[in-house]
């Protein structure tokens, strides 16, 4: 009995200690296996420290490789509290070249942590600042590199750029949409401390930050600084409340240059109330547009054979009455006896309720839908407004009227933009966008590159062909003739838009628009401006806007290479306008017979010789009377 017990008791024990071990192994498996990773990390960080070195943010150039947003190099302070001694002397120290409170700067230098970033007094500090901080040779202050964006243009640009914050990270435009593609991998130093933080003298670990992407932009800074020049021009001559000026390529949706006011520098945002950074008026602002939506009307009737341009007429009498409402041509007496065409030249409210009549307000609501109106178009920034149109089922014979001119909807830029790009390339509606291609940071490779992206096909080549047509007349011989360029093809359409507050309309406050093309037969850029109640000068926008839109024009011809040529229309002169004349060719033609035929004209000689080798400008270009034409003798 006392032997069996003995030996009972003895495999018991074993079992204990064959249960024990093999609990020993495994767990010493789970810390050494599984677990080591982990363990490990947290063991290096009890004696491992880092400093931070911060990552340089992706460059953002214009279509043609110039810099829009860069990067300065900077110093930013941190702290290791263990490591320094006498942390009154140096929180003083400090606290006088930062210009800042010493009870915090004490809390800082105090702070029961491995590393103590000095927020925000120490960051992004100036040569001068790190150089003070420098030479006090405290043990446990460190100056480290930091990444601080620069915008070179400054207020060039600022909504679509948008601005970063003090931590590198986009806050609004560009900036924010692509912040996880512009925004990089910080690197550090690690180093070695014992267990008072006091740094150990073995090899340190250089982590090399990774820059982020670079963007390349569709926008061509020549037409944007166009724009910008003549945004500041109008400000300074009529004050409008707003202004603002778009381009965009129609067969592609690339956008050229987008430009508002007010708008802010993005080195300084810090200076500008939410308001002014955050309203990107181009996708932003809503309103209504005023008679640059009758090419809505237009296109949509040409499209559905509806009226015949040459052979239907219209008699406006000044006024059209529609279910007890009277709508007024902006021509007292009105036009008289016109084509439809004229109509178009003429920016008639009467006969473009015509067209909509003939349309229906089922027709013409889905062709408005089809041009993308009353959804965002999708640009790559965020804040981009819907519009208003109206229900169907709420829309009776004098919301269709007005409708049809542009007034009683709400449209945003970007999307007459978007539209009238889709009447007059063809039919192609196309997504607006901003971001081309994305770039490695070291060798500038793409690595992604936009397509165009083509949302509906809404007309046909020949309707599209008909309103280009309609539309250069326009410039060429009707409201917008300010807009007119010698020897380039132009088409376009004024508008003048009266503004709503509280549901009723405003006396003398509108909004002056123009949107036009170039060149007409084949359109490479489309423009559209919007002026804001301006002051001091007549409310029409062929008068304020047109004239602007030409300038932003005459910029693209180099910038996009536009040749010219002497097969658009031929402006009809009234007697406020600078006349020009087609100069006939005389290369080929003896000196006098040259003088003789381009007598009225200031004539300058190169060369020698009796003989007309060449003429500049070309036969057939468009000279202002009493203009200089210049002969090659030979």
């Not at 407004?385 to 269709?400: R, Y």
Request: a negative charge; glycine letters at 8%; proline letters at 4%.
């Amino acid at each position: 009995m006392f032997f069996s017990d003995i030996h009972t008791r003895i495999r018991f024990f074993f079992l204990l200690i064959l249960c024990i071990s093999i609990i020993i192994v495994i767990r010493v498996f789970y810390i050494q296996v599984i677990e080591y990773d982990k363990l490990s990390v947290l063991a290096e960080s009890l004696w491992s420290r880092k400093l931070p070195i911060g990552a340089d943010r992706g460059e953002i150039y214009d279509r043609n490789g110039k810099v829009l947003a860069t990067n300065l190099t900077t110093t930013s302070l941190v702290v290791i509290p263990n490591q320094i001694e006498n942390k009154e002397e140096v929180a003083k120290a400090l606290s006088e070249i930062l210009h800042s409170d010493y009870e915090d700067m004490l809390a800082h230098v105090s702070k029961k942590t491995s590393i103590e970033r000095i927020h925000p007094e120490g960051r992004q500090l100036s040569y001068d600042i790190a150089s003070q901080i420098d030479e006090l040779g405290f043990d446990g202050v460190y100056l480290v590199k930091e990444s601080k964006r620069y915008y070179p243009y400054g207020n060039v640009l600022s909504h679509v750029l948008g601005y970063v914050g003090i931590d590198n990270q986009g806050l609004s435009g560009l900036e924010l949409t692509y912040d996880e593609y512009l925004t990089g991998k910080d690197g550090a130093i690690n180093y070695f401390s014992d267990g008072k933080g006091n740094r150990l003298e073995i090899s340190e670990v250089y982590e090399e930050p990774q820059d982020g992407m670079n963007l390349q932009l569709t926008i061509d800074l020549d037409i944007q600084l166009a724009a910008e020049r003549e945004l500041d021009n109008v400000m300074s001559k009529y004050t409008p409340e707003h202004a603002l000026i778009m381009a965009m390529d129609p067969d592609t949706g690339e956008i050229l240059a987008m430009a508002s006011r007010p708008n802010f520098d993005p080195n300084n945002y810090q200076d500008y109330d939410t308001e002014t950074i955050n309203r990107n008026l181009p996708i932003w602002m809503t309103y209504e547009p005023g008679s640059t939506f009758k090419i809505m009307t237009l296109t949509s009737s040409i499209e559905e054979k509806t009226v015949n341009l040459f052979e239907d007429t219209y008699y406006d009498s000044g006024s059209i009455h529609v279910e007890g409402a009277t709508i007024h041509c902006w021509k007292s007496g009105g036009h008289g006896a016109q084509t439809y065409l004229n109509v178009v030249e003429n920016s008639c409210n009467p006969g473009f309720v015509t067209l909509g009549q003939k349309l229906g307000t089922q027709t013409l609501m889905s062709y408005i839908t089809k041009f993308g109106f009353g959804e965002k178009t999708g640009i790559d920034l965020n804040g981009e407004s819907n519009g208003i149109l109206f229900s169907i089922d709420k829309m009776g014979p004098v919301e269709l009227a007005t409708t049809s001119f542009g007034q009683g909807i709400s449209v945003t830029p970007i999307q007459q933009v978007t539209a009238v790009s889709a009447a007059i390339n063809g039919g192609n509606l196309y997504q607006p966008f901003l971001v081309k291609e994305m770039l490695e940071p070291e060798t500038n490779t793409v690595v992604y590159s936009k397509e165009p992206n083509l949302r509906a096909n809404v007309i046909s080549e020949e309707t599209s062909s008909l309103v280009r047509f309609a539309l250069e007349s326009v410039v060429a011989n009707g409201s917008g003739r300010n807009a007119y360029i010698e020897n380039y093809r132009v088409g376009g359409k004024t508008g003048t838009a009266q503004k709503v507050q509280d549901g009723h309309y405003m006396d003398g406050n509108y909004i002056l628009s123009f949107i036009g093309f170039m060149p007409a037969d084949d359109p490479e850029i489309v423009v559209y401006v919007a002026v804001d109640h301006p002051v001091g000068v007549v409310q029409y926008g062929g008068t304020v806007a047109a004239p602007i839109a030409k300038s932003i024009l005459e910029a693209a011809i180099p910038a996009l290479d536009i040749k010219s040529s002497t097969e658009g229309m031929a402006k009809e002169y009234n007697w406020m306008d600078v006349k020009y004349h087609q100069i006939p060719d005389v290369t080929g033609k003896s000196l006098d017979e040259a003088k003789e035929i381009l007598r009225g004209y200031s004539l300058e000689y190169s060369g020698t010789g009796e003989t007309v080798l060449y003429q500049t400008p070309e036969a057939n270009s468009y000279v202002k009377e009493d203009g200089t034409i210049k002969l090659l003798l030979g």
